[in-house]
């Protein structure tokens, strides 16, 4: 995930955009849980969750969404 955001140079703001597309809802301290290193306290692991919607969204914010 940390890869992902900073070779599409993207901010927490358009990570939690993207993530809404999908309406799967996260909050900017949940997210800076998980691009801290692994040795800090509140260091949060990215769930297969959290990166499926991810990358579902990303697919509607690069390509527009499904057509009918």
């Given at each position: 995930m940390k890869k992902l955001r900073v070779a599409l140079k993207m901010t927490d703001d358009d990570i939690i955009?993207?993530?809404?597309?999908?309406?799967f809802r996260v909050t900017k301290t949940e997210l800076g849980a998980i691009f801290r290193k692994e040795d800090h306290p509140n260091f949060k692991p990215c769930g297969?969750?959290?990166?499926?919607?991810?990358?579902?969204?990303?697919?509607?914010?690069?390509?527009?969404?499904?057509?009918?």
């Open positions: 955009n993207v993530l809404a597309l999908v309406d297969d969750q959290l990166l499926r919607n991810f990358l579902n969204g990303l697919i509607i914010y690069k390509r527009g969404p499904k057509p009918n």
